[in-house]
């Protein structure tokens, strides 16, 4: 089965879908067949670009082909949904940009649908692929480092207030939270787990939504998570992993990581570096032609059931931060 090319959709021709596509590209046994947008003229443009041989000026078009076997769903997050559900509806099977939608109850319509349906779906969080992030959680997993006690992560960056833009505005659900924040709780999450407590707060820019803000996570063990995400000013963009026998720091931007570092308890550091494929998406397109080609219909990296979960953490954080 693994001589099987994947032939994808792309639904959306922004910046996203852009690097994703060129990663698509760079990869053997994958294939773009077809991209969707909701005007003809810009998906023959995006098409013409990448040497797609389908375009669509229209979702639904893009859905209905029966010869794509997976789409990627690039919209900004209030389409993710729509998008999304669209397509299994048609019976085709979906990476989804992250986060995976906008709310809770929207990723549950949506898990359940696939389910129902007997598609794969997969919330694109490209950073639980990434090489260097599965060996940091083999690490965790082994007792490397002992018992985790504390995750820090940061991911915040300088955007000039501009409540038209998609990361400002309240049309297409922006702010820090669910565009940045999603990072470093995925990150969190994935080696804590569901925490036990959560407390937020933030900076809220003119229009209300949340442009400088603070996570932290509690867990029964003594663990805790120290997240931050931001709009207003460029942050370091690591992350650190600390237990009771040592600790792992994760090189800038932790989110595709060219390095990390362990250290022991009486030993000397160890760097483990990677160059990283492409813009660093290819990972992930990789892990979900294993899963197709497996007939898997979820990822063991990022499964769906922890994608609604992360979602009603966010749930939770956004209604602190309305506060």
Not at 250 to 266: E, K, N, S, W, Y
Not at 296 to 309: G, H, K, R
């Amino acid at each position: 089965m693994s001589d099987i090319t994947i032939k994808w959709g792309i639904l959306g021709t922004g910046l996203i879908a852009q690097v994703f596509t060129e990663d698509l590209l760079r990869l053997p046994g994958h294939k773009v067949l077809a991209v969707g947008s909701r005007a003809l003229g810009t998906a023959d443009a995006f098409a013409g670009r990448n040497g797609i041989p389908r375009a669509y000026g229209s979702y639904e078009e893009l859905a209905a082909d029966g010869e794509v076997d997976v789409v990627y769903v690039a919209t900004p997050h209030t389409g993710h949904y729509p998008g999304a559900a669209l397509c299994l509806e048609a019976g085709r099977a979906v990476l989804v940009e992250k986060p995976f939608t906008v709310t809770a109850a929207e990723s549950e319509q949506l898990v359940s649908l696939a389910r129902e349906r007997g598609l794969f779906a997969m919330e694109a969080m490209w950073t639980r692929f990434n090489p260097l992030i599965r060996q940091l959680r083999e690490l965790v997993a082994d007792g490397t480092i002992g018992e985790v006690k504390a995750v820090y992560a940061d991911f915040a960056e300088h955007f000039p207030y501009d409540p038209s833009h998609r990361i400002w505005s309240t049309d297409t659900a922006g702010g820090a939270l669910l565009d940045l924040g999603i990072y470093p709780l995925s990150f969190a999450w994935m080696l804590l787990g569901a925490p036990d407590t959560v407390q937020a707060t933030t900076a809220p820019a003119p229009n209300g939504v949340d442009s400088n803000t603070g996570i932290l996570l509690g867990y029964a063990s003594g663990a805790v998570g120290l997240l931050h995400c931001g709009l207003l000013a460029k942050s370091p963009q690591t992350a650190t992993v600390i237990g009771t026998k040592g600790r792992v720091e994760v090189a800038t931007p932790f989110f595709r990581p060219p390095a990390m570092t362990l250290h022991r308890d009486g030993a000397e550091p160890e760097t483990f570096t990677l160059e990283v494929e492409g813009h660093g998406y290819t990972y992930q397109a990789e892990e979900v032609a294993r899963c197709l080609r497996a007939g898997e219909l979820e990822s063991p990296l990022m499964p769906l059931d922890e994608s609604l979960a992360i979602l009603g953490t966010i749930d939770t954080i956004a209604a602190q931060l309305r506060t």
